[in-house]
């Protein structure tokens, strides 16, 4: 096993090496500037050649992208362009916002898939399950945003249950603020999970180990957890890390909605500014931040069954 | 213009002494939603509305904008006079002005601030002020400028949020080796001398300003303002959130509301909305360059442009695009403009005299061209879409390509574009500034159009220092008959800004220029 996660360990090095030069070409080949961003059409060529050299912009690229990787060694990543901050102070506390959000996002979808999808593989093709298939499904197919709008204008705006928008202050009023854009963003997760562990656990129950299982007299729950649990939740273990992704992807759509100040929103605001420093600390971070999650679900996943780690 | 006219008396009835019919109460916090946050509290390194918008309530200016944004108050001077020559301006200081940390507002202050503001490595607003050529103080109460040239903008210059005055002592003493590096720390907690001062700020999401116990100016109740103890700023990007928010109660104002939504609201008993006139203008610029690229380009034909305004069907677009919110153009200008012409509508709706235009033009069986629109910006799709209906009528093909805003201004800037949609507002209640970027070719190319017109040039420059007021009318009205009849644009409406607010709100206003100003608001209980 501490064989298993040096390796992982040591393949993210040269993800992140990756990572750093996309980002830099990438925020670059972008049509548009930082000054044609903040001046926008009143800009004068005084104005957009003043700003070009304030921001080092007017030096040759191979300078620009020294001074970027020297940047990351040091730790110090420039300030924002816009917003006048230090970036590592702008991530240090958006990012938190968004981490916050995905995680309770995490839990309430695996909150709903699993007991659900238990329900469902047992009563398979009955009527049960083909309500909590059906409701999925209409989960799944609506929009982040309309999902959001709808749940903000019943519990925020008309039954008054939670609050309409907005992140908060202190950490239990975070929590309650952020739980209707977290199930917003549960919902089309839960769908996925709720489908890929139905169908593991059906494949799980028609094993021959589960049959010998239950001939032996084992007490069903201890089938349940022991047997079929552990074994379907290997490959929805998989697609749920691999569902981080998206779920921080989709808290852009949920942060601008919900009013919430987060990591999403921040890093929309940087791609329409061409604030580079701020684009190209946040994505590291935020790849940073996906690598230890696919970590994290590999080892879980490694636990689970231990030939993984060979 | 009867609605607008309306809506300005009843904001000066809220804004000055004596006419109001209802009581001033005091206390409370007046919570605003915005659909941005601010970026940078320096009135002179700032570049963006966001910040613009709000910056009057915590840096207070020399002079103050008239709620009808066409003339000048008194503000920190309580008096002032152009020379007779119109070389100086001298202004006279209230007595016993205070920054918001209770220090005294000094001349050695006020002549700090304006130098810092017309220098002109300061920033991107430092021409407001470029034709002062010193800034000096006869005694410790008087303020003098004396002038480069004759300028007819320069009084109200001195009400723009450039000109603002900061206390130079603790603008020195603040964080950072260089002056911008100052800047960025000063302006993380601003001490000013507007009606209210930064108490907290939690970026992206709310902004808490308290009022200032040190501001000079009276209610009409005898007592200092503002009546508000403070008000708060969220940050709600979502237009749909916004107004639910303010729909629950959560919010006692919310801005830029949709056109979609304006006739609803207007009939919730509940909310006032409010449509205060503004000097916003929706046009199509052309590029009138003779090639594009190495490509023949029509709409450098007057006749082909001409054809097109008359063409576009203005009052449609109204309809469609803001849901009648919006007024037809009468000049280039907004009709809040100073010296802006009005001799009916531009360009009245006429298929018949379009198609005529075009037989007679270069391009008589038509051509394809392009408009870039801003991505995700329905506003902007919604005039591209009926344009490109409406102009397939004269045989033009048009193809919508949908581009950030970035993109938009490099290809702008650099004269790539074919079309565009735009919109323009003022930042100083005189017409030089929109003139200089419409239509006076050395600024920017007329709107990066190419267009030029020598007349138009040297009328500019001759009025940039006529002070006759009689004499400039008569350039203005000259240079907009020349922009108007051969320009590079379409202009299609001017529109009011849309603010929602609580029942209980009242003296809330935002001026033509975009100020939100918070002084004079108060809360019924």
């Known amino acids: 096993m501490p064989e298993f996660i040096a390796r992982r360990l040591l393949q993210l090095i040269p993800t992140l090496i990756f990572i750093l030069v996309v980002v830099f070409a990438l925020v670059r080949l972008l049509p548009g500037d930082p000054a044609s961003a903040i001046l926008g059409d009143r800009a004068i060529d005084a104005d957009v050649e003043r700003i070009n050299r304030e921001l080092g912009l007017d030096k040759p690229i191979p300078v620009q992208f020294w001074v970027f990787v020297k940047s990351f060694a040091t730790g110090n990543l420039g300030n924002s362009i816009t917003l ?53 499904q209409v989960g799944l197919s609506m929009p982040v945003f309309y999902v959001g709008l709808i749940l903000l204008t019943i519990f925020g705006a008309k039954l008054r249950w939670f609050p309409v928008g907005g992140y908060g202050d202190g950490f239990l009023d975070h929590v309650y603020h952020l739980f209707l854009p977290a199930v917003t963003l549960a919902l089309s997760l839960s769908a996925i999970l709720m489908r890929n562990l139905r169908a593991a656990i059906i494949g799980v129950l028609d094993a ?55 990591a999403g929103r921040l890093m929309v605001d940087s791609i329409y500014g061409r604030d580079y420093p701020v684009v190209q600390g946040l994505t590291v971070a935020l790849a940073v931040l996906v690598s230890v999650t696919f970590l994290l679900t590999d080892l879980l996943q490694a636990w689970l069954d231990p030939r993984m780690t060979k | 213009m009867k609605n607008l006219t309306l809506t300005a008396a009843c904001i000066a009835a809220l804004m000055t002494a004596g006419t109001s ?188 300003l308290v009022r200032n116990e040190y501001y000079w100016a009276d209610g009409e109740d ?141 391009y008589p069986d038509g051509f394809t061209t392009s408009i870039l629109v801003l991505a995700g910006n329905q506003d902007e799709i919604g005039i591209a879409t009926a344009l490109q209906q409406m102009w397939s009528q004269i045989g033009i093909n048009m193809e919508i390509q949908q581009v950030d805003n970035a993109t938009r201004t490099e290809q702008y800037r650099e004269g790539l574009f074919k079309m565009r949609v735009a919109a323009w507002t003022n930042d100083i209640a005189d017409p030089g500034q929109i003139t200089s970027y419409f239509a006076y070719s050395p600024t920017i190319d007329a709107l990066h159009s190419g267009w030029k017109s020598e007349e138009v040039d040297e009328l500019y420059e001759a009025s940039q220092s006529e002070v006759d007021e009689a004499k400039r009318g008569e350039q203005y009205a000259r240079i907009q008959e020349i922009f108007n009849t051969t320009g590079p644009t379409v202009p299609l409406y001017e529109t009011p800004y849309p603010v929602a607010l609580q029942e209980g709100v009242h003296g809330f206003v935002q001026i033509p220029l975009g100020n939100n100003i918070f002084r004079g608001a108060w809360l019924e209980d």
């Open chain 2, 21 to 208: 019919a209802v009581g001033q109460e005091r206390g409370g916090v007046m919570t605003y939603g915005r659909y941005a946050d601010s970026l940078f509290l320096d009135p002179v390194l700032n570049d963006a509305n966001v910040d613009i918008w709000i910056l009057s309530n915590m840096y207070d200016t020399l002079l103050l904008p008239s709620a009808d944004g066409k003339s000048v108050e008194p503000g920190l001077a309580s008096e002032w006079s152009v020379a007779d020559d119109a070389m100086s301006v001298t202004l006279t200081l209230r007595d016993g002005i205070m920054f918001s940390d209770g220090s005294p507002i000094t001349v050695e202050d006020v002549i700090w601030s304006l130098d810092r503001a017309r220098n002109p490595d300061n920033g991107i607003w430092n021409f407001l002020l470029a034709s002062v050529d010193t800034v000096t103080a006869p005694d410790d109460k008087t303020i003098m400028l004396t002038l480069k040239q004759p300028d007819p903008a320069i009084v109200a210059a001195l009400t723009v949020f450039n000109s603002a005055i900061m206390p130079q002592k603790a603008f020195e003493e603040s964080e950072g080796e260089t002056m911008a590096e100052k800047a960025e720390n000063f302006g993380t907690h601003p001490i000013g001398s507007g009606a209210f001062v930064l108490e907290s700020w939690d970026r992206g999401a709310t902004m808490k």
């Open chain 1, 208 to 262: 021959d180990y589960v049959s010998f299982a239950q001939s032996k007299g084992l007490a069903t729950r201890l089938i349940l957890y022991r047997h079929i649990l552990r074994n379907a939740l290997i490959s929805t273990l998989a697609l749920f890390g691999l569902s981080i992704g998206t779920l921080l992807g989709g808290a852009v759509i949920t942060e601008t909605v919900f009013a919430i100040p987060g």
């Open chain 1, 84 to 136: 006048k901050l230090p970036v590592s102070q702008l991530i240090a506390d958006r990012l938190p916002i968004t981490m916050l959000l995905t995680f309770m996002a995490a839990v309430i979808s695996l909150l709903m898939a699993v007991p659900l999808a238990f329900v469902a593989a047992l009563k398979r093709d009955r009527p049960p399950d083909s309500i909590i298939r059906g409701g999925f």
């Open chain 2, 222 to 362: 005898g007592e200092k303002l503002p009546y508000l103890d403070g008000v708060t700023f969220e940050v709600i990007p979502d237009d749909a959130t916004r107004i639910l928010r303010l729909q629950s109660g959560e919010l006692d104002g919310a801005e830029l509301i949709p056109f979609a939504r304006v006739a609803e609201l207007q009939s919730d008993p509940s909310i006032n909305m409010e449509l205060f006139p503004s000097t916003r203008v929706q046009y199509i610029t052309m590029n009138v360059r003779e090639d594009i690229a190495g490509e023949d380009n029509p709409l450098s034909d007057p006749n082909v442009r001409e054809a097109m305004n008359y063409a576009a069907n203005k009052q449609a677009i109204i309809q469609t695009v803001t849901f009648g919110v919006g007024k037809p153009m009468t000049t280039f200008m907004s009709s809040a403009t100073p010296l802006a012409t009005d001799n009916g509508p531009l360009y009245p709706y006429d298929l018949e005299k379009a198609k005529g235009l075009m037989a007679e033009s270069e």
